[in-house]
C-alpha cells in the first residue's frame, strides 16, 4: 500500500527561527510530490510541487526539496512568522493506471510562538 | 473571482439518515474533486469529476457518490450514515484535470453524525 509519512506530528518554535518539516513517501512511480498550507478552518492551499526530476523548488520564505533516490522531501521555512502556524501536508501523486490518485500524509501541525 | 464555494458549512445527521454536499467551482473550472477528512485518517481522496464524467474514484464504501451537472457544480451524497462518516468535506476544483493541476479548496462542510 502506498504511504506518505510525515514528521514531527507536531513542532513549536519562536517567531523569526528557521524550521525544516519532513515527508518519506513509499508510492513508486510517482508524477509529483505537492505541499500544501492549511490554516485552521480552512481548505489546503498550494505551497510547491515538484517532478521527480526536480530537486528543489522555493515560495517565497517556503523551500521544498527532493531526493527522489530516497523517497524524501522536506519543506524548510525560512525566519517564521505568526501566520506561519498551520498544519504543512505532504501528497503524492500516483500514477498506476493513468488515475494519478493522490496520497496524503496527516500532515505537520507547526506553531510559531511570538 | 470569486473561490469554490461549498454549502451547507455545517451540519448534524443521525445514524441511517442520507445527506447531500454541493460545490460551486471556481468560474472556468471544470474538474472538481471530492476529499474527506478526518483526525485520524487525515485526507483521503474521495472521487474527480472532470466534464460532468467521473474520471478517478478513490476507496471509499458505494454509499458515497457524486455528480457534474454541465455549469460544472458539483454535488456529493452519502447514503445510510454512519457514525465514522463524522469529517470535514472538503471540495477542490481545478481548470483542467492534468496531474499538475493546481486544485484550489474550499472551505469544507463539516459533518457531524450522531
Known amino acids: 500500500k502506498n504511504q506518505v509519512e510525515q514528521s514531527p506530528q507536531s513542532l513549536i518554535i519562536l517567531e523569526g527561527k528557521n524550521c525544516t518539516l519532513q515527508c518519506n513517501y513509499t508510492v513508486s512511480p510517482f508524477s509529483n510530490l505537492r505541499w500544501y498550507k492549511q490554516d485552521t478552518g480552512r481548505g489546503p492551499v498550494s505551497l510547491t510541487i515538484?517532478?521527480?526530476?526536480?530537486n528543489t523548488k522555493s515560495n517565497g520564505r517556503y523551500t521544498a526539496t527532493l531526493d527522489a533516490d530516497t523517497k524524501q522531501s522536506s519543506l524548510h521555512i525560512t525566519a517564521s512568522q505568526l501566520s506561519d502556524s498551520a498544519s504543512y501536508i505532504c501528497?503524492?501523486?500516483?500514477?498506476?493506471?493513468?488515475?494519478?490518485?493522490?496520497?496524503f500524509g496527516r500532515g505537520t501541525s507547526l506553531i510559531v510562538h511570538p | 473571482k470569486a473561490g469554490v464555494t461549498q454549502t451547507p458549512r455545517y451540519l448534524i445527521k443521525t445514524r441511517g439518515q442520507q445527506v447531500t454536499l454541493s460545490c460551486s467551482p471556481i468560474?472556468?473550472?471544470?474538474?472538481v474533486s471530492w476529499y474527506q477528512q478526518t483526525p485520524g485518517q487525515g485526507l483521503q481522496f474521495l472521487f474527480e469529476?472532470?466534464?460532468?464524467?467521473?474520471?478517478n474514484k478513490g476507496n471509499f464504501p458505494g454509499r458515497f457518490s457524486g455528480r457534474q451537472f454541465s455549469n460544472s457544480r458539483s454535488e456529493m451524497n452519502v447514503s445510510t450514515l454512519e457514525l465514522g462518516d463524522s469529517a470535514l468535506y472538503l471540495c477542490?476544483?481545478?481548470?483542467?484535470?492534468?496531474?499538475?493541476?493546481?486544485?484550489?479548496f474550499g472551505p469544507g462542510t463539516r459533518l457531524l453524525v450522531l
Open positions: 515538484m517532478t521527480f526530476s526536480e
Open positions: 469529476y472532470f466534464s460532468e464524467t467521473q474520471r
Open positions: 501528497v503524492v501523486r500516483d500514477p498506476s493506471g493513468g488515475s494519478y490518485i493522490p496520497t
Open positions: 477542490a476544483s481545478s481548470r483542467g484535470q492534468g496531474v499538475g493541476e493546481t486544485q484550489y
Open positions: 468560474s472556468g473550472h471544470r474538474s
